[in-house]
């Protein structure tokens, strides 16, 4: 909070601010006792669950092999049914492995909590579109943590844009970093 502070009593876009070197630091320190109390994961983490879904790639690979070799081999996989049952098992399992390859950046306590959290405070929620006026600023950041910047976008649409919030989409994307070279 301090770093923020420090960095907003110069008037400056929201870029500006978290490309200041107190910011990254205070930010970087946050999201390491983040990770160190487990409510975030860290690439390594998610790389090893998502390698966790290769198994399911196999099963996949094997069952299409054998449609393949029974075809080209000129046997017989079965009759029509057992060969749709089996495309389609194979097609199943591939689309659940690529589907469990998306491993989110949190724990799952911090997603439970995140959970949990969202009951409690379901009448912040944008989409009930509740009332903002006579709220507290509390309140409102309540919102935003809870359901990202579009109670900002209820309360002061200009300012939220003026800050950096994009009313197109509902929640930050990382940006992309160039591969290396």
């Not at 420090?6 to 983040?34: E, F, I, N, S």
């Not at 879904?53 to 069952?63: D, I, Q, R, S």
């Not at 976008?153 to 994009?166: E, H, I, N, R, S």
Request: charged letters at 25%; one cysteine or more; glycine letters at 8%.
């Amino acid at each position: 909070m301090r770093a923020l502070h420090t960095a907003l009593r110069r008037p400056q876009t929201w870029a500006a601010v978290l490309a200041d070197p107190a910011v990254g630091r205070a930010l970087r320190r946050t999201v390491g006792r983040l990770v160190r109390d487990g409510w975030l994961l860290t690439r390594a983490q998610r790389r090893r669950i998502a390698l966790g879904t290769v198994p399911l790639f196999a099963v996949a690979a094997v069952g299409l092999t054998r449609l393949v070799d029974s075809a080209v081999e000129g046997r017989s996989a079965g009759g029509p049914a057992s060969v749709a049952g089996l495309l389609l098992c194979c097609l199943a399992t591939a689309l659940g492995g690529w589907w469990l390859t998306e491993v989110p950046e949190t724990g799952a306590a911090a997603r439970a909590l995140l959970r949990r959290l969202r009951r409690e405070h379901a009448d912040l929620d944008p989409e009930r579109r509740p009332v903002w006026q006579g709220r507290d600023t509390d309140t409102l950041l309540t919102g935003m943590a809870l359901f990202g910047p579009r109670p900002l976008l209820a309360v002061d649409p200009a300012f939220a844009v003026q800050v950096g919030v994009d009313p197109e989409r509902d929640r930050p994307r990382p940006d992309r970093k160039p591969a290396r070279r």
